[in-house]
């Protein structure tokens, strides 16, 4: 099988301030292999620090790297920072939903902007799928109407995952979506996020803390340690022997 989400070999560093008019490389990624198969979830975790959510924001295209390559359903997406434009089918959500939308604008308009900008559907499409799309997380069309100030948190991680969903990816990339969630809304979001995937084939990349969400969501394990991966596997094999001492350092905790 194809996998549909191949990374090969990434590494990404960053100019850092070292004194007051000199710079240095700071490696935050090197070497970074993995894939995800169709319907699958890999998890991705590592101490604070460790790279994950640099690796998060490369996958969908808010950072570049600067070697190596991501590959979509065999075809080359990103290739040494070098991105095919107009990606919609890797999508991110972060922590934090509210910060990044606009609360002066209903999440009808804005789910509709996005829509206008990358497809070409008629005005009566758009409107159908603004529609369709929050009702498939669990919202409803009058929701439409809402501005982001009148959701509460979970609400809000659904217009997050709508705004994700809207342009049908095919990888979402959830990084500490969940963690900001109290414990109840958290499990009815994972269920919702697991019904999705059963339901479209999904694939996410889990970024989490949690290793109860670890355990419960994802198929496989990548354990980053300082930019390098330390270990990866079958998430069930992990858990019950895991072999870096980083890894069985994060799972005792
Ligand atoms: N834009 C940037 N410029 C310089 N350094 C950066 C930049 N973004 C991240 N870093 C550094 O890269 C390293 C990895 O950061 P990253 O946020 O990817 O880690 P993380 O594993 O997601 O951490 P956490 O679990 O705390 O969120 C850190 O040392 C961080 O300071």
Do not use: W
């Not at 996958?59 to 919609?88: F, K, M, S, V």
């Not at 939903?97 to 008629?122: C, F, Q, R, V, Y």
């Not at 809207?166 to 900001?180: F, Y």
């Amino acid at each position: 099988m194809q996998p549909v989400l191949k990374v090969q070999a990434l590494s990404k560093e960053f100019n850092v301030r070292a004194g007051m008019f000199r710079s240095k490389k700071l490696k935050v990624l090197s070497d970074i292999s993995f894939c995800l198969n169709e319907g699958q979830t890999i998890a991705i975790i590592g101490e604070t620090g460790s790279g994950k959510s640099t690796l998060a924001k490369i996958l969908a295209g808010a950072e570049r790297c600067d070697t190596g390559q991501i590959l979509l359903e065999g075809h080359i997406l990103e290739d040494g920072g070098h991105r095919q434009p107009n990606c919609r089918d890797i999508r991110l959500i972060f922590q934090s939903p509210a910060s990044s939308l606009n609360p002066s604008s209903p999440i009808g308009k804005m789910l509709n902007e996005i829509l206008l900008h990358n497809t070409e559907l008629s005005h009566t499409e758009r409107k159908e799928k603004i529609n369709t799309t929050l009702l498939k997380v669990g919202l409803l069309s009058e929701h439409k109407l809402y501005y982001p100030h009148m959701f509460s948190g979970g609400q809000l991680q659904r217009v997050a995952l709508a705004r994700a969903l809207i342009l049908d990816p095919k990888v979402v990339v959830l990084d500490e979506a969940l963690s900001a969630l109290d414990p109840s809304v958290r499990a009815q979001t994972v269920n919702l996020l697991l019904k999705l995937q059963r339901e479209s084939n999904l694939s996410y990349v889990l970024i989490t803390h949690h290793l109860s969400l670890v355990k419960h969501m994802s198929d496989s394990i990548v354990v980053l340690d300082h930019g390098h991966i330390v270990e990866c596997g079958e998430t069930h094999a992990v858990f019950a022997d895991p072999q870096s001492k980083i890894t069985q350092r994060l799972l005792n905790c």
